[in-house]
T-cell receptor
Framework: KQEVTQIPAALSVPEGENLVLNCSFT??????LQWFRQDPGKGLTSLLL?????REQTSGRLNASLDKSSGRSTLYIAASQPGDSATYLC?????????????FGKGTLLTVNP | DTAVSQTPKYLVTQMGNDKSIKCEQN?????MYWYKQDSKKFLKIMFS???????INETVPNRFSPKSPDKAHLNLHINSLELGDSAVYFC?????????FGPGTRLTVT
């Protein structure tokens, strides 16, 4: 059974800092990994999608890496801004028969202080 | 031009009632989902439909019954609501591995 862990559970940083959020998963047989952002009381916004054959994806100040063999992904946020404050969720999609299923971590609550 | 929409956004009801949450996606996706986010913010899959057929049915009480009248809709009906059903319910659709979420329905059972 796939399990996804995100560390840290919460992170508070001053504006302008670069930061890394970590995600680990127990079953390396994944189809892809997706990072989401969730603002309080809102739905999920997809940030980056990494296919199992890829090592990283970049979008603006965000960079996500994937090391499938070790079951790890990181989300790097450069030059953080107060608007980046949100909960960041990592989710993995299984391969084969579990391809339809996304398994989520519990998220990292990020606060960027002005 | 909302991609995945849910109604209602908020639902407050008493224990024992039956309620429905509707979901529609205008993305042309084949696969749709229902997720539950509990008070600790943990998101867990409940159901998945592909082309109106049930694909995933996690360990969910049979008081919860999804219905997909067509590919663009996946509704969730809940019978005999209990206090523990209070949560935020998210609908989602999927294409080519990427998942798109609705805004969520906050259900409060009193």
């Amino acid at each position: 059974k796939q399990e996804v862990t995100q560390i840290p559970a919460a992170l508070s940083v001053p504006e302008g800092e670069n930061l890394v959020l970590n995600c680990s998963f127990t079953d390396s047989a994944i189809y892809n990994l997706q990072w989401f952002r969730q603002d309080p009381g809102k739905g999920l916004t997809s940030l980056l999608l990494i296919q199992s054959s890829q090592r990283e994806q970049t979008s603006g100040r965000l960079n996500a890496s994937l090391d499938k063999s070790s079951g790890r992904s990181t989300l790097y946020i450069a030059a953080s801004q107060p608007g980046d404050s949100a909960t960041y969720l990592c989710a993995v999609r299984g391969s084969g028969g579990s391809n339809y299923k996304l398994t989520f971590g519990k998220g990292t609550l990020l606060t960027v202080n002005p | 031009d909302t991609a995945v929409s849910q109604t209602p956004k908020y639902l407050v009801t008493q224990m024992g009632n039956d309620k429905s949450i509707k979901c529609e996606q205008n993305l042309g996706h084949d696969t749709m989902y229902w997720y539950k986010q509990d008070s600790k913010k943990f998101l867990k899959i409940m159901f998945s439909y592909n082309n109106k057929e049930l694909i995933i049915n996690e360990t969910v009480p049979n008081r919860f019954s999804p219905k997909s009248p067509d590919k663009a809709h996946l509704n969730l009906h809940i019978n005999s609501l209990e206090l523990g059903d209070s949560a935020v319910y998210f609908c989602a659709s999927r294409y080519d591995g990427e998942q798109y979420f609705g805004p969520g329905t906050r259900l409060t059972v009193t």
